[in-house]
């Protein structure tokens, strides 16, 4: 092969290699077209449109109110903040007449009606009757010896008429009333207001001695005797 042949054989060599490389080699990029690639941007949305919020748990009030805020509004919700109501009581008095004394007592209130009594002798017998209104007072019935706390078991008492309590008793061995006490002692409830009156009349009554203490329905002798409400 001839000089010439050889030198243009090598500079197609050389032109060939220079086109190859240059058209493989990638071009740089600036810093602008880094910084608005689909890449990063897709990167950066991801991250700054759904935020991670963590639960405040010392907040539950917060949250209960927005769950019954988005209730329906036919769901009903009872409030308990409510105050509670006062019960209907009637203000109006019952004024309880006893033995020329007036006492003031309200509806539902309980009263304690005594009659005392204190004699020279102790007491053989006796016979009473107590009266009252029973549609303002109501009888609360006790025990006996509640009841008659001197006289005690031996005495034989009715209860069951309305507006009366009769009672008597016979001791021979004496029921003792000289130091004084409470010939009977009842206790009634309130039913209404306005003016109602309780009142004790003995019928009999005889010491041990056979003197009697009551005559026509009064007390004679000397004989302490009151009636009150305690």
């Known amino acids: 092969m001839n000089r010439r042949k050889i030198l243009a054989a090598a500079l197609c060599t050389v032109l060939f290699s220079s086109m190859v490389l240059g058209g493989c080699e990638k071009p740089d990029s600036t810093p602008d077209e880094a910084e608005t690639s689909p890449v990063a941007s897709s990167s950066v949305a991801s991250e700054t449109t759904i935020p991670v919020t963590k639960a405040d748990k010392t907040?539950?009030?917060?949250?209960?109110?927005?769950?019954?805020?988005?209730?329906?509004?036919?769901?009903?919700?009872?409030?308990?903040?409510?105050?509670?109501?006062?019960?209907?009581?009637?203000?109006?008095?019952?004024?309880?007449?006893?033995?020329?004394?007036?006492?003031?007592?309200?509806?539902?209130?309980?009263?304690?009606?005594?009659?005392?009594?204190?004699?020279?002798?102790?007491?053989?017998?006796?016979?009473?009757?107590?009266?009252?209104?029973?549609?303002?007072?109501?009888?609360?019935?006790?025990?006996?010896?509640?009841?008659?706390?001197?006289?005690?078991?031996?005495?034989?008492?009715?209860?069951?008429?309305?507006?009366?309590?009769?009672?008597?008793?016979?001791?021979?061995?004496?029921?003792?009333?000289?130091?004084?006490?409470?010939?009977?002692?009842?206790?009634?409830?309130?039913?209404?207001?306005g003016s109602v009156a309780i009142s004790t009349t003995l019928e009999y009554m005889d010491s041990v001695k056979s003197e009697p203490y009551v005559s026509d329905y009064r007390i004679v002798g000397d004989i302490e005797y009151s009636e009150e409400i305690i």
């Open 59 to 193: 907040q539950p009030t917060e949250k209960v109110q927005t769950v019954i805020e988005q209730l329906p509004e036919d769901v009903y919700v009872p409030d308990y903040n409510f105050e509670a109501e006062e019960e209907d009581v009637s203000d109006e008095p019952c004024t309880v007449n006893v033995d020329g004394k007036a006492y003031t007592a309200y509806i539902g209130d309980t009263v304690n009606y005594v009659f005392y009594l204190k004699t020279p002798e102790a007491l053989e017998d006796f016979q009473a009757t107590t009266n009252y209104d029973s549609s303002m007072l109501e009888l609360v019935k006790t025990s006996t010896a509640e009841m008659f706390p001197i006289a005690g078991e031996g005495v034989v008492c009715n209860t069951d008429m309305p507006n009366t309590i009769k009672f008597n008793a016979v001791n021979l061995s004496g029921m003792d009333f000289r130091g004084g006490g409470n010939l009977i002692s009842l206790k009634f409830r309130i039913l209404d207001s």
